[in-house]
């Protein structure tokens, strides 16, 4: 990621930034999908990479057919006001970053080892020392680190991380030894502690408005499904249950982060209770086979490249052997930001903390 300019519009670029994070953009929600924060920092794992992997040595990207075949135009923050979609930090460039950064990488977890039998990835401590990168490069732009932190505060940051933790590490004993080594109460607990210490790396870099994201049910993912069988439940109940392990402690460590970390707002986005009840409702009859033609090699579970894809998509839950489809995503996002049920977000949903 680069930033470089020469004198010429230094100056003139400098004032740019200047205008940014003035404050101009941070104006009352008055218009309908009118822009509610000024800048948006994402970091995650394949839920929200957008372009990360695209260059890394890796089997964890998605820069081919059938991916994409119904997004022309990259993801959006559509609810928070965003028309145009978040640059990964592998190609964001100069004033750009003033909307934000995504950081996300697919097989990234909360441990720097999660992930590493598919390749390289950009572990939760890879994408904290890359937003330190950028933060860098603003208060270069803006010629003041006290500025660019009060900027840095009126902005929201997604966090979704944990699922590699458990898919690509604690579930895959062959490659990783953590579950011969802890029981999944230990495991949740060390996830959790190193966690808590990385959103703090993340306070102290300048964020205050945080919405971290729970992982959602693993055991009801086809590739998991096939790997470890079901024995005639709908999911496979033992990876269930040693995930909830994971997410029982996250709202206790939102508590803790907001009790303990002055002006600090974090939330907790709850991707169980948010979970659809009812699919049929919403035009979903298939919830367990993959829409799209899976690969057979490493990264089993992503969608073969070049491979076809079902014709009746949004009658699928799943696209590929991970990943839900666009309707399931839609229904997680519009209950993010407006919490349909109580237990959808904690304390409050992102629509509230954008008003902050």
């Given at each position: 990621?680069?930033?470089?300019?020469?004198?010429?519009?230094?100056v003139r670029r400098q004032q740019e930034c200047l205008r940014l994070a003035s404050g101009n953009m941070?104006?009352?929600?008055?218009?309908?999908?009118?822009?509610?924060?000024?800048?948006?920092?994402?970091?995650?794992?394949?839920?929200?990479?957008?372009?990360?992997?695209?260059?890394?040595?890796?089997?964890?990207?998605?820069?081919?057919?059938?991916?994409?075949?119904?997004?022309?135009?990259?993801?959006?923050?559509?609810?928070?006001?965003?028309?145009?979609?978040?640059?990964?930090?592998?190609?964001?460039?100069?004033?750009?970053?003033?909307?934000?950064?995504?950081?996300?990488?697919?097989?990234?977890?909360?441990?720097?080892?999660?992930?590493?039998?598919?390749?390289?990835?950009?572990?939760?401590?890879?994408?904290?020392?890359?937003?330190?990168?950028?933060?860098?490069?603003?208060?270069?732009?803006?010629?003041?680190?006290?500025?660019?932190?009060?900027?840095?505060?009126?902005?929201?940051?997604?966090?979704?991380?944990?699922?590699?933790?458990?898919?690509?590490?604690?579930?895959?004993?062959?490659?990783?030894?953590?579950?011969?080594?802890?029981?999944?109460?230990?495991?949740?607990?060390?996830?959790?502690?190193?966690?808590?210490?990385?959103?703090?790396?993340?306070?102290?870099?300048?964020?205050?408005?945080?919405?971290?994201?729970?992982?959602?049910?693993?055991?009801?993912?086809?590739?998991?499904?096939?790997?470890?069988?079901?024995?005639?439940?709908?999911?496979?109940?033992?990876?269930?249950?040693?995930?909830?392990?994971?997410?029982?402690?996250?709202?206790?460590?939102?508590?803790?982060?907001?009790?303990?970390?002055?002006?600090?707002?974090?939330?907790?986005?709850?991707?169980?209770?948010?979970?659809?009840?009812?699919?049929?409702?919403?035009?979903?009859?298939?919830?367990?086979?993959?829409?799209?033609?899976?690969?057979?090699?490493?990264?089993?579970?992503?969608?073969?490249?070049?491979?076809?894809?079902?014709?009746?998509?949004?009658?699928?839950?799943?696209?590929?052997?991970?990943?839900?489809?666009?309707?399931?995503?839609?229904?997680?996002?519009?209950?993010?930001?407006?919490?349909?049920?109580?237990?959808?977000?904690?304390?409050?949903?992102?629509?509230?903390?954008?008003?902050?």
């Open positions: 990621m680069t930033s470089t300019c020469n004198c010429e519009v230094h941070l104006k009352p929600l008055l218009v309908k999908g009118e822009q509610q924060v000024p800048c948006l920092f994402i970091m995650g794992d394949s839920t929200f990479d957008n372009g990360n992997n695209n260059n890394l040595l890796t089997a964890a990207k998605a820069n081919y057919p059938p991916y994409g075949i119904d997004f022309p135009d990259g993801p959006t923050a559509e609810l928070l006001g965003f028309h145009k979609y978040i640059e990964p930090f592998a190609t964001v460039k100069g004033v750009d970053m003033f909307r934000g950064v995504n950081y996300a990488s697919g097989a990234a977890g909360i441990l720097d080892e999660s992930g590493i039998h598919v390749g390289d990835r950009i572990s939760l401590n890879r994408q904290l020392r890359n937003h330190k990168v950028t933060i860098s490069h603003m208060s270069t732009l803006l010629g003041n680190k006290t500025l660019t932190k009060e900027y840095l505060s009126k902005c929201i940051y997604i966090v979704e991380m944990g699922n590699n933790d458990y898919i690509n590490n604690y579930l895959l004993p062959q490659f990783y030894p953590s579950s011969h080594l802890y029981k999944p109460e230990q495991y949740a607990t060390i996830l959790i502690q190193q966690y808590s210490k990385q959103l703090k790396t993340l306070y102290h870099y300048g964020a205050r408005k945080v919405v971290v994201f729970g992982i959602g049910g693993i055991g009801c993912v086809p590739t998991e499904m096939d790997l470890y069988g079901t024995e005639d439940s709908v999911c496979v109940n033992s990876i269930d249950s040693a995930v909830k392990k994971f997410s029982d402690k996250l709202k206790p460590m939102i508590d803790d982060l907001n009790s303990n970390l002055p002006n600090a707002n974090f939330i907790y986005i709850n991707s169980t209770s948010i979970a659809i009840r009812d699919p049929p409702s919403i035009g979903i009859t298939n919830l367990h086979e993959p829409c799209c033609e899976i690969s057979g090699t490493i990264g089993a579970g992503q969608c073969k490249h070049g491979g076809g894809a079902c014709s009746d998509r949004t009658a699928h839950y799943f696209w590929d052997g991970f990943h839900p489809s666009e309707a399931p995503n839609k229904v997680c996002a519009e209950r993010a930001y407006t919490a349909l049920l109580s237990t959808d977000a904690y304390p409050f949903d992102i629509s509230q903390l954008a008003l902050l």
